[in-house]
């Protein structure tokens, strides 16, 4: 299928139009930004490597009823369904780290007695701030019925998600999810679910610095960056996707 022209460019992706007007293709960049892009740097492979764990994590989601955005993949190129993206980061944690430390004062690694459902509204000049439902419902960001709907995918997402790593032997800590609708209104997961976007933890080590999967490794300079998404992709691929109903 060709490529048309540049529709956006993200700090970790390029999305083009496709001559099908539904389908636009993900290019996945080895940029990576944290702190809200005032750090940046490049993770060697990270573009490919992320994008084949996306990949795999959708179908896993897929196969268990979970709508996804996701159509195809090759190399650092992803074939998704074209959503009107919710400006809305919704965060799911089961393990206490990151903002929920500092803004709580919990101590990081602190098992969560439930799953934490959180919306973050997606605005870089507002540094994503943390928000209320009825700020959400005020900013008109979701219905009401939007709202049950993406807490209540969300804990599925996690209830898939969460099983799927503890059999790769990682602890998923939190995670980020977009949500799109498609052209009937409904809700689709959507953007990606990988290192730069999850807290990964190595099961079987309890250094709180060695244990790390993710981009917290390069958010804190830990070294071996590389390293820990090549091994986060070989274990979610040596795990085929399960029918689950
Ligand atoms: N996250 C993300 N993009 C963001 C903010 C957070 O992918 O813009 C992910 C982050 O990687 C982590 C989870 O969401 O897995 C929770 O992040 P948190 O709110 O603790 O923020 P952080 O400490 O990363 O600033």
Redesign the pocket.
């Known amino acids: 299928m060709s490529i048309l022209e540049k529709l956006y460019e993200g700090k970790a992706k390029v999305l083009y139009r496709t001559e099908n007007p539904e389908i636009l293709l993900a290019h996945y960049k080895d940029d990576a930004t944290a702190?809200n892009a005032q750090k940046r740097g490049t993770i060697t492979r990270k573009g490919e490597m992320n994008c084949a764990i996306a990949a795999h994590l959708f179908q896993q989601l897929a196969a268990a009823g979970i709508p996804t955005h996701f159509i195809d993949h090759e190399g650092a190129q992803m074939w998704v369904r074209a959503l009107k993206i919710l400006p809305l980061?919704v965060?799911v944690?089961n393990i206490a780290?990151?903002?929920?430390c500092?803004q709580t004062g919990l101590t990081l690694g602190t098992p969560l007695k439930q799953p934490l459902v959180e919306f973050?509204y997606k605005n870089d000049a507002l540094g994503?701030p943390l928000l209320t439902d009825d700020r959400l419902l005020l900013l008109q960001l979701a219905t009401p019925a939007q709202v049950e709907q993406l807490k209540s995918m969300a804990r599925r997402i996690n209830n898939v998600l969460q099983p799927f790593f503890q059999q790769c032997g990682i602890i998923l800590?939190?995670?980020?999810l977009e949500f799109g609708l498609d052209h009937s209104q409904a809700l689709v997961l959507g953007d990606e679910i990988s290192p730069?976007?999850?807290?990964l933890w190595n099961q079987s080590d309890t250094d709180p610095k060695r244990r790390v999967m993710?981009?917290?490794r390069f958010?804190n300079d830990l070294g071996s960056v590389e390293t820990a998404y090549q091994q986060v992709l070989e274990r979610v691929l040596a795990h085929p996707i399960q029918s689950i109903q």
């Open positions: 702190f980061e965060v944690r780290a990151g903002s929920l500092q973050y994503d800590v939190d995670f980020k730069d976007t999850c807290r993710d981009k917290d958010r």
